[in-house]
C-alpha cells in the first residue's frame, strides 16, 4: 500500500482511502509516524482476516473423499460425522454472530462518528431511533430509492441484490424442500446409510431409481425459469433507479464527454473545440480541456501537499504537548526541524510549480502536441448536444475517437489518461496475462505456503491450521493482488472500474477455487486438457464429484453469518478513529479513519461474495435443498447489515450507477448455467435411461437464450431521448424566466433588512477582491442560478432539482488539479459552501411554500400543467413564484 499512502491530499484528487498523517520521528521520506502507525493498523486487519478464514476452513476441513486440489483447500466428501459437525458450526458461528451484532449494538450507542456518521452530518433518510436495537428498524424499513438518494445507486443495488437473492432463494426453498426433501427422505431407497445429514440429499436415492429422475428434470427446468424470471423482474425494476440516476447527473458531468485515442491533429483544447463546434453548431460546446502530460507538476504538488500535511502535523503537536517534531526530509538525510524548514522547501515548491504551470500552459498555446495526451474532456452547452457527440461517427479509424461518458470527476484516475495508445492494448495484455497465470498457480503457491508452515511443529492448534494455511493466505490477500494487477496494468478511467474488474475475477476465483474445486481433481493443467479435448464429458465430470460434497457447502454458508456479524464492528476504523482523535478533531479523526477496506468491503468485493453464496445455493439446492434455507437466512443477514452500515456509518463511495448490479445479475446466469450442465451429468449418471438427461438438456440452450435476452432486451447504459428531450425543454423554461426572476427578486433583496443588505455586499465585494476573472465568472453563473432557482421555488420539482443541481456543479470543471492555481481551488471551495448554504435556504424556502399551498394546484409549474398555462394566454412560469418570496424576504 506505500503508493496509496503517499497520494496527494488536494481535494479534487484526495483519496478516501488514504490515512492522513500524525506524528512524526525518524523515518524515510515522505513517510510519517501515521502511516506506520496505519500500516500496523493493517497489519492487524490481514492477520485477523487470515486467521478467522483458517479456522473457518480447519473447522471444515477432514480427510477428504478425494485426493488432489480438493483435498488442499479443505473441500471434504459427505460422511457420517457430517450431521454433528453441521449442527455444531451452526451453534458456533450463531453464537458468534449474535455476540457480534449485541457488540455491535452498544458500540453504536458510545462511538456515533464510527458506527452512525451519517446520522451526525445528517446526510440520511431517517435518524433512526438510539435504542439498543434501532438499528436493526432503520435498516429494515429503509428502501432502495431512499438508499440511492443518500449514498448512490451502487450502493442502495447492492441491498436491492441481497434482497433479489433471498427472494430468490425462499422461492426455490419452499418447493425444492417441501417435494424432493421429503422424496429423497421417504421414498429414495436409503442409499445414504449412516449419513444422517444426507437422508434429505440426493445421495440417500438409489442408483437408477425409476421414477425420482423425473421429478429431477422438471425441477431442473423450474429453476431455470425462476431464475430468468426473477432475474427479468429485478432489471426492470433496476431501470427506473439508473434513468433516474443518468437524469439527475448535476453540471458538468452529465454535459461532458471523455474521448480517448484523439488524433494528433486535435490534440489541443482550441482545435478540439473548433471540431465539435463545426459538427454540433455555435454555442454548442462550453469548454474543451485536453489531458497534459504533467507528471512533474504532479509530483511537485504531491510533495508539496505532503509537506503541508507535515507542517499542520507540526503544529497540532506543539499545541497538544509544547513539543517540536524533527523528521528526515529527504531519504537518509539529517533530522530538521518540520515548523522551521518546511515553510522554506514549500516555498521553493511553489515556485517551481509556477514555474512548470506556465511551462505548460505556453507550450499548449504554442501548439507543442508534446504537452498534450490523446485523451480529453469536452463540455457541452446540453445534455443533448453530449449525446449527440457521443454517437457521433468521427473518423473511419476505429482506433480513434472513442467517445464515452464522462465519470465522477473525483475519481478520474488522470495518470492512466496519458498512457499513450500504443500502450494501452499491451498493459491490458500483460494484465490479462498475469491474472490467468495466477489462476493457472494458485494452487501451486498456495501448496508450497503450506508445505512450509507444515514442516512447523508448534502444537495441536498449528496441525489443524497448517493443511490449509497457504490457501487461505492467498484468498485472503487475493483481492489486494488484484486491485494492483488492475491498477498497474489495466487503463482505468476511473477508481470505481478497478472495483469493477475485481468483481468479475474475484467471482472467476471462486467459482474455480470452491465451487467447481471437487471437479479439478489432481491438476487444474490435466483438467483443462481433459475438457479441451472431450467438451461434452464436462458434464459427466460436474456429476463425478460434485453431488458428494454438498455438507461442505452447507457449512460454508453457514460460517459465512459469522464473518458477516463480525464486519459490522468495523474494528479497523474504530482503532484508527480512537488513535487520531486523541490529536485531531472529531471531524479530522472521522476523515482519516474512513473508509473501510475496500479491497475486501469494497463493492467489487462484496457483490462477488453475495453472488457466490447465490451460485451455491442455486448449483447445489437440488442436490441438497436445505441449502436453499440456508441461503435465505444468510441474505437476510446481509440486507440486515448491510442496510444500515452502507446508509447511516459508511461514507458513499464514487458511483456508476448500476454497473455492479448488472454484472451480479450476469453472475447469477453463469451459476444457472453451470446448474444445468451439472444436473445434466448427473440425470445421465444416474437414471435408468436417458430419457431424464433429454429432458433436461434444453435448459443449457434456455439458459444461453436467458444470457442473450436480459443482456439484449433492457437498454440500461444511455438515457433514453425522450427524457432527454424532455428535461431540456424543461431547461429552457428555466433559462427564459431567469431573467425575470432576478429582476422580481431584486426590489425584494433591497427591500430586506440593511445589515442583511450591507453584509451580502460586502460579501460580494470581497469574493470579487479575491478572485480572478475566471472565478469571478463561475461565482457570476452560481449566483445566477440560484436566484433562477429561487424564481422558481413554488414551481416543477424537477426543474428546481435541476437548477439546485447545477448551481451546485458550476464551480467544477474537467481540469486536472495539479493545473489549478491555488487561488482557483480555494474560491471554488467557497463557492461550493455558498451555494451549498444558498441551497439550503432555498429548500426551506420551498417547504414553506409547500406549507401553504401557494406552489400547487393549476398554478404550479409541472410539466402536466404547462399546456393548460399556454391555453389560457399565460406562460409557462407562473405567478406564484412570487409568493414564496414575500413569506420570507430576508431569506431570499
Known amino acids: 500500500n506505500y503508493h496509496t499512502l503517499l497520494r496527494p491530499t488536494s481535494p479534487r484528487l484526495k483519496s478516501q482511502a488514504v490515512p492522513q498523517s500524525v506524528p512524526l520521528c525518524s523515518l524515510p521520506d515522505g513517510l510519517t509516524a501515521a502511516h506506520w502507525e496505519w500500516c500496523a493498523l493493517e497489519g492487524a486487519m490481514w492477520s485477523k482476516r487470515v486467521l478467522v478464514t483458517c479456522v473457518v476452513w480447519a473447522a471444515l476441513a477432514a480427510p477428504a473423499a478425494a485426493g488432489g486440489i480438493a483435498e488442499e483447500t479443505g473441500v471434504t466428501g459427505n460422511s457420517a460425522i457430517d450431521l454433528s459437525a453441521f449442527l455444531s458450526g451452526l451453534l458456533f458461528n450463531g453464537c458468534i454472530g449474535v455476540g457480534c451484532l449485541l457488540a455491535f449494538s452498544l458500540l453504536r450507542l458510545h462511538f456515533p462518528r464510527v458506527y452512525a456518521n ?44 441481497s434482497v433479489l437473492c433471498m427472494r430468490l432463494s425462499g422461492c426455490l426453498a419452499v418447493p425444492l424442500c417441501v417435494i424432493l426433501g421429503l422424496l429423497y427422505s421417504l421414498l429414495g431407497g436409503n442409499a445414504a446409510g449412516e449419513d444422517h445429514l444426507g437422508t434429505v440429499d440426493m445421495g440417500n436415492v ?24 426473477s432475474l427479468c423482474r429485478a432489471q426492470a425494476k433496476f431501470l427506473p433507479l439508473r434513468f433516474a440516476w443518468l437524469k ?26 473548433d471540431f465539435f463546434v463545426k459538427a454540433l453548431g455555435d454555442g454548442s460546446v462550453r469548454e474543451a ?58 516555498e521553493e515548491l511553489t515556485e517551481r510549480i509556477l514555474a512548470e504551470r506556465a511551462r505548460i500552459r505556453q507550450a499548449d498555446q504554442n501548439g507543442d502536441a508534446g504537452v498534450n495526451s490523446g ?74 505456503i503450506t508445505n512450509l508452515g507444515k514442516l512447523v511443529k508448534a502444537g495441536p492448534l498449528w496441525a489443524a491450521l497448517a493443511p490449509t494455511i497457504g490457501l ?71 456429476a463425478m464429484h460434485m453431488p458428494s460434497a454438498t455438507h461442505f457447502y452447507m457449512n460454508y454458508i453457514v460460517l459465512q453469518w459469522a464473518a458477516y456479524c463480525l464486519d459490522t464492528l468495523r474494528l479497523a476504523n474504530l482503532v484508527k478513529f480512537y488513535l487520531y482523535r486523541t490529536l485531531y478533531t472529531p471531524d479530522e479523526a472521522v476523515a482519516k479513519a474512513e473508509p473501510e477496506d475496500q479491497s475486501y468491503q469494497g463493492f467489487g468485493s462484496r457483490y462477488a461474495r453475495l453472488a457466490i453464496i447465490m451460485a451455491v445455493c442455486i448449483i447445489f439446492s437440488t442436490l441438497s435443498p436445505l441449502v436453499a434455507p440456508l441461503a435465505v437466512i444468510h441474505f437476510a443477514l446481509c440486507r440486515l447489515t448491510y442496510g444500515y452500515l452502507i446508509v447511516f456509518a459508511e461514507t458513499r463511495k464514487a458511483d ?86 432576478k429582476e422580481a427578486l431584486k426590489p425584494r433583496w433591497e427591500s430586506s433588512s440593511s445589515s442583511s443588505s450591507s453584509s ?129 424576504p430576508a431569506a431570499a
Open 289 to 346: 480541456h485536453v489531458v497534459k502530460h504533467a507528471s512533474e507538476l504532479r509530483a511537485a504538488v504531491d510533495k508539496r501537499e505532503a509537506l503541508r500535511e507535515r507542517v499542520h502535523e507540526a503544529e497540532l503537536r506543539f499545541q497538544h504537548d509544547g513539543s517540536r517534531p524533527q523528521a528526515r526530509l529527504r531519504c537518509c538525510g539529517p533530522k530538521v526541524d518540520v515548523l522551521e524548514q518546511c515553510p522554506d522547501t514549500i
Open 206 to 229: 438409489k442408483q437408477g431409481h425409476p421414477w425420482i429422475p423425473y421429478v429431477q428434470a422438471g425441477i431442473v427446468w423450474g429453476v431455470c425459469i425462476v431464475v430468468h424470471w
Open 472 to 542: 487461505q493466505i492467498m484468498m485472503a490477500f487475493l483481492p489486494s493482488i488484484l486491485l494492483a494487477v488492475f491498477g498497474l496494468c489495466f487503463v482505468l478511467r476511473a477508481e470505481m472500474w478497478a472495483q469493477h474488474h475485481l468483481q468479475v475475477w474475484y467471482y472467476v476465483f471462486q467459482v474455480i477455487f470452491v465451487i467447481l474445486v471437487t471437479a479439478i481433481g489432481t491438476s487444474l493443467f490435466e483438467s483443462m486438457k481433459k475438457i479441451a479435448e472431450d467438451p461434452l464429458s464436462f458434464p459427466q465430470t460436474l
Open 248 to 273: 439527475s447527473l448535476p453540471t458538468p458531468r452529465a454535459d461532458t464527454v471523455l474521448i480517448e485515442d484523439l488524433p494528433v491533429d486535435f490534440r489541443s483544447d482550441a482545435e478540439l473545440k
Open 118 to 161: 451519517n446520522v451526525v452530518i445528517q446526510k440520511v433518510p431517517f435518524e433512526p431511533a438510539k435504542s439498543f436495537f434501532g438499528w436493526a428498524t432503520a435498516s429494515v424499513y429503509v428502501s432502495t430509492e431512499q438508499a440511492a438518494e443518500v449514498v448512490g445507486v451502487d450502493s442502495a443495488m447492492l441491498l436491492e441484490f
Open 760 to 888: 451580502a455586499q460586502a460579501s460580494s465585494e470581497t469574493s470579487q477582491s479575491s478572485s480572478d476573472s475566471a472565478s469571478s465568472a463561475s461565482t457570476d453563473s452560481v449566483g445566477t442560478s440560484v436566484a433562477s432557482t429561487a424564481g422558481l421555488v413554488g414551481g416543477s420539482s424537477v426543474v428546481r432539482a435541476e437548477a439546485e443541481q447545477r448551481a451546485a456543479a458550476n464551480s467544477q470543471a474537467y481540469i486536472q488539479p495539479e493545473l489549478l492555481d491555488d487561488k482557483d481551488t480555494d474560491s471554488r471551495q467557497e463557492t461550493q459552501t455558498a451555494v451549498a448554504q444558498a441551497l439550503t435556504v432555498l429548500k426551506d424556502l420551498s417547504a414553506a411554500t409547500a406549507g401553504c399551498g401557494c406552489g400547487g394546484g393549476a398554478r404550479g409549474r409541472g410539466v402536466d400543467d404547462g399546456d393548460d398555462d399556454e391555453e389560457k394566454g399565460g406562460r409557462p412560469a407562473a405567478a406564484a413564484t412570487q409568493a414564496p418570496v414575500e413569506a420570507e
Open 375 to 448: 485523451s480529453a474532456f469536452v463540455t457541452f452547452s446540453g445534455r443533448r448536444e453530449a449525446e449527440l457527440a457521443r454517437g457521433l461517427h468521427c473518423s473511419a479509424d476505429r482506433l480513434k475517437w472513442h467517445i464515452c461518458a464522462a465519470p465522477e470527476l473525483d475519481s478520474v484516475r488522470w495518470q492512466d489518461l496519458t498512457w499513450p495508445s500504443r500502450l494501452k492494448p499491451i498493459g491490458s495484455l500483460l494484465g490479462y496475462a498475469i491474472v490467468i497465470l495466477l489462476i493457472l498457480f494458485f494452487m501451486p503457491i498456495s501448496a508450497f
Open 656 to 741: 456508476t450507477g448500476g454497473a455492479f448490479w448488472v454484472t451480479a445479475l450476469k453472475h447469477i446466469q453463469v451459476a444457472t448455467l453451470i446448474y444445468a450442465l451439472l444436473m445434466v451429468g448427473v440425470l445421465s449418471s444416474r437414471a435408468p435411461n436417458g430419457i431424464p438427461a433429454a429432458i433436461a438438456s434444453p435448459s443449457i440452450l434456455f439458459v444461453l437464450w436467458s444470457f442473450y435476452y436480459l443482456d439484449n432486451a433492457y437498454d440500461w447504459k444511455k438515457l433514453p431521448f425522450e427524457i432527454i428531450v424532455k428535461t431540456e425543454s424543461l431547461r429552457c423554461w428555466e433559462e427564459l424566466d431567469k431573467d425575470e426572476a
